[in-house]
């Protein structure tokens, strides 16, 4: 069974300084890994999205992601965080097969200090 | 906007009222979903419909009642809720099998639900 989690709840950061939030995965299959951000009082938007192929995944407003299979980790950064990154972001793993079998982590919220 | 819109985005009833969130998408996807985000609880999937059909139903409760006419529009009709119903419910839509292999959502901005 496929499971998620995200190893910090709270990140805290200075604007300009780099962002890195924690997700390791557990997967019986080759798994699809996505990122989801949410700001407040809006809907998830999709950050980017592992798909077996390269491993580092680009994704918008300058986020990326490492695909590490020994590790089980896909961990997002940034460079150099923005004062609108604030929000909270969401982990989730998909199996290889199933449209609707999105397993989401309990999300890490992102504070973004001037 | 994202193409998926959904209304109410804020909603306030009894336990007793009977009331619906309705949601819309304009992306010509042909599956839509409903999640319930809880406060400090990961999203919980609630209901799938794929083609009109529901083909997913994670054992929510019957006060909860999804309803999907056609592929562009999915309803969740609400009846005798309970306090602990309160959430944010997110409706989200996709293109099955989107040629990559991952099932990308595309999410409304919710519905805030409080139950008094």
């Known amino acids: 069974a496929q499971s998620v989690t995200q190893l910090d709840s709270h990140v805290s950061v200075s604007e300009g300084t780099p962002v890195l939030l924690r997700c390791n995965y557990s997967s019986s299959y080759s798994p699809s890994l996505f990122w989801y951000v949410q700001h407040p009082n809006k809907g998830l938007q999709l950050l980017l999205k592992?798909?077996?192929?390269?491993?580092l995944v680009k994704g918008i407003n300058g986020f990326e992601a490492e695909f590490k299979k020994s590790e089980t980790s896909f961990h997002l950064t940034k460079p150099s965080a923005h004062m609108s990154d604030a929000a909270e972001y969401f982990c989730?793993?998909?199996?290889?097969?199933?449209?609707?079998?999105?397993?989401f982590g309990a999300g890490t919220r992102l504070a973004v200090h001037p | 906007e994202t193409g998926v819109t959904q209304t109410p985005r804020h909603l306030v009833m009894g336990m007793t009222n009977k009331k619906s969130l309705k949601c819309e998408q304009h992306?010509?996807?042909?599956?839509m979903y409903w999640y319930k985000q809880s406060a400090k609880k990961p999203l919980e999937l609630m209901f799938v419909y794929n083609f009109k059909e529901q083909t997913e139903n994670n054992s929510v409760p019957s006060r909860f009642s999804p309803e999907c006419p056609n592929s562009s529009h999915l309803f969740l009709h609400l009846h005798t809720l309970q306090p602990e119903d309160s959430a944010l419910y997110l409706c989200?839509?996709?293109?099955?099998?989107?040629?990559?292999?991952?099932?990308?959502?595309?999410f409304g901005a919710g519905s805030r639900l409080t139950v008094l």
């Open positions: 989200a839509s996709s293109q099955e099998r989107d040629g990559s292999g991952a099932n990308v959502l595309t």
């Open positions: 989730v793993v998909s199996d290889s097969g199933g449209y609707n079998k999105l397993i």
């Open positions: 592992y798909t077996s192929a390269a491993t």
């Open positions: 992306l010509g996807h042909n599956a």
